[in-house]
């Protein structure tokens, strides 16, 4: 599927260590590969270790330092799942803060596997039409989203997806949601 052009936008994902590893490359370089600068924003610094299937696997370059990152720095944030990942970030008041900015100034948050969790932490999923790995659907459920099981579930400013399948309609959620945002604000210049 051919992404929408994003030449001139930007857009932000989250990680740390033990992010899925297909979660934060395949978007990171479709958006790229669309014209977007990508920054890969983390608490830590240099680089940050990736899981594939049972052991560590690449690293990436992290791009800026989760503290001193902005919502209004971006056209999205992009929160790549894994276990550890957004189990470690939602302990994390600085990742939670910059979760909620996103939500406020409603940009478009888009979640794959895990990574929903962050979203509940943040408050975000009540009344929500979400999905999610299977083995996290109940905490969005506790957390009172409507859960579903398809690739992509989009609500407002939240996407979506359950796991590295889903992947290339996550991809194109995102691009499609930053390019409607960006004609939108455009239309009111």
């Known amino acids: 599927m051919s992404l929408p052009d994003l030449t001139g936008r930007t857009i932000c994902i989250l990680s740390t260590h033990g992010f899925e590893q297909s979660e934060l490359i395949e978007p990171r370089d479709a958006l790229r590969g669309a014209g977007a600068t990508v920054h890969v924003v983390s608490p830590e610094s240099g680089e940050i270790r990736g899981w594939k299937g049972d052991d560590w696997g690449k690293s990436v370059s992290v791009d800026a330092p989760l503290d001193g990152a ?43 596997c895990h990574a929903p969790w962050l979203l509940i932490e943040a408050g975000l999923a009540k009344c929500k039409t979400m999905t999610s790995y299977g083995s996290i659907r109940t905490d969005l459920k506790n957390a009172g989203a409507n859960v579903v099981d398809q690739e992509v579930a989009i609500d407002g400013n939240l996407i979506t997806s359950r796991n590295p399948d889903d992947l290339p309609a996550f991809n194109a959620a995102i691009a499609m949601a930053v390019k409607a945002a960006a004609d939108a604000r455009a239309e009111t210049v």
């Open 70 to 112: 902005k919502a209004a720095d971006y056209d999205a944030l992009v929160l790549p799942g894994g276990q550890i990942n957004p189990d470690l970030l939602r302990a994390n008041e600085t990742a939670m803060a910059l979760i909620k900015e996103f939500a406020d100034a409603g940009k478009p948050i888009a979640a794959v």
